[in-house]
């Protein structure tokens, strides 16, 4: 059974920043496409960054040039290095996993087949 833990997440000022981590266990994630998506009160939950197995990563507009994702498959960790964080960015981030080495639909939730719980961002005005 594949379990993902998410660390990191906190209280932040505006323009300051955060290193999300997520380790997994139980799978050697390797060759998965593994995505962070967040979710914020009374919101959908949105897609944030994806990475495949060959590192090629995509992000939502949202976070273009602000984040960045990352993979280190000898810790089996994720990473999402966030900076000049808004108040907009609070949310609960969650980091998932798919079964499949790319994925052309990679900002969509039910594209993931296993999920962390999450870890709270909040960052103050």
């Known amino acids: 059974q594949v379990h993902l833990v998410e660390s990191g997440g906190g209280l932040v000022q505006a323009g300051g920043s955060l290193r999300l981590s997520c380790a997994a266990s139980?799978?050697?994630?390797?060759?998965?496409?593994m995505g962070w998506f967040r979710q914020a009160p009374r919101k959908e939950r949105e897609f944030v960054a994806a990475?495949?197995?060959?590192?090629?990563?995509n992000y939502a507009d949202s976070v273009k040039g602000r984040f960045t994702i990352s993979r280190d498959n000898a810790k089996n960790t994720l990473y999402l290095q966030m900076n000049s964080l808004k108040p907009e960015d609070t949310a609960v981030y969650y980091c998932?996993?798919?079964?499949?080495?790319?994925?052309?639909?990679?900002?969509?939730?039910?594209?993931?087949?296993?999920w962390g719980r999450g870890t709270q961002v909040t960052v103050s005005s």
């Open positions: 998932a996993g798919a079964n499949a080495p790319f994925l052309s639909n990679y900002g969509r939730p039910d594209a993931y087949i296993y």
């Open positions: 139980g799978r050697t994630f390797s060759s998965d496409t």
């Open positions: 990475i495949n197995w060959s590192g090629t990563a």
